[in-house]
């Protein structure tokens, strides 16, 4: 069964410093998402990605992250100055809304800690 | 803005009982996804519930969906050990496709022996 791949599977980072995770994508998936999980917590939506551009992003996606699809498999998310608050869980996910396939399949995820 | 609610948020089981997990949205949604998570790892996908009335089983669970009441179930019948874990239900914002999900705080299942 395909799957969404994430590296690393965790990563340890000095706070100020810039972190970029990867993802690659389902190949014939056609949006792309990053969540986040802080520990214990619910699941919260950071931005959604389509046709090479956002398409929507929240409050929490601030001029700190950024994301990239740089050569049409890799999908990133970059934290620029990492703070603390950022430690959490990092979710990739991808959709193919066709031919009936309505899922939403998440990669296995990367485990930030900012220190 | 889209609201998930899931309750309850933590429930604790004796092995072989049966109980259901409720998850309330406050918008319109058409579809609306069960997640598995054990601890420290991914969402695992339970079910895809994608018409008003539907209603999909696997196992010893069960999920449906009430559009119009805006309410989904995920029943547990004849809990086993393996059960435990924390289950969330996700419920795509508006009616286009490739919308995000919206996720509820999540229920913790611990099934005791």
């Known amino acids: 069964e395909p799957e969404v791949t994430q590296t690393p599977s965790h990563q340890v980072t000095q706070m100020g410093q810039e972190v970029i995770l990867r993802c690659v994508p389902i190949?014939?998936?056609?949006?792309f998402y990053w969540y986040r999980q802080i520990l214990g917590q619910k699941v919260e939506f950071l931005v959604s990605?389509?046709?090479?551009?956002?398409?929507?992003k929240s409050e929490i996606f601030d001029d700190q992250f950024s994301v990239e699809r740089p050569d049409g498999s890799n999908f990133t998310l970059k934290i620029r100055s990492t703070k603390l608050e950022d430690s959490a869980m990092y979710f990739c996910?991808?959709?193919?809304?066709?031919?009936?396939?309505?899922?939403?399949?998440f990669g296995s995820g990367t485990r930030l800690t900012v220190v | 803005e889209l609201k998930v609610e899931q309750n309850p948020l933590f429930l604790s089981m004796q092995e072989g009982k049966n109980y259901t997990i409720y998850c309330n949205y406050s918008?319109?949604?058409?579809?609306l996804y069960w997640y598995r998570q054990d601890p420290g790892k991914s969402l695992e996908s339970l079910f895809v519930?994608?018409?008003?009335?539907a209603v999909k089983q696997e196992g010893r669970l069960m999920a449906s969906l009430d559009t119009k009441a805006r309410l989904s179930t995920l029943h547990i019948t004849a809990a086993v050990h393996d059960l435990s874990a924390t289950y969330f239900c996700?419920?795509?914002?508006?009616?286009?496709?490739?919308?995000?999900?919206?996720f509820g705080a999540g229920t913790i299942l611990r099934v005791k022996s």
């Open positions: 996910a991808s959709s193919a809304p066709d031919r009936g396939f309505y899922g939403y399949t």
């Open positions: 190949s014939n998936h056609l949006y």
């Open positions: 990605f389509y046709n090479n551009e956002i398409s929507e």
């Open positions: 918008t319109t949604s058409d579809r």
């Open positions: 519930l994608l018409s008003n009335g």
């Open positions: 996700a419920v795509v914002e508006g009616m286009e496709y490739g919308n995000k999900l919206v």
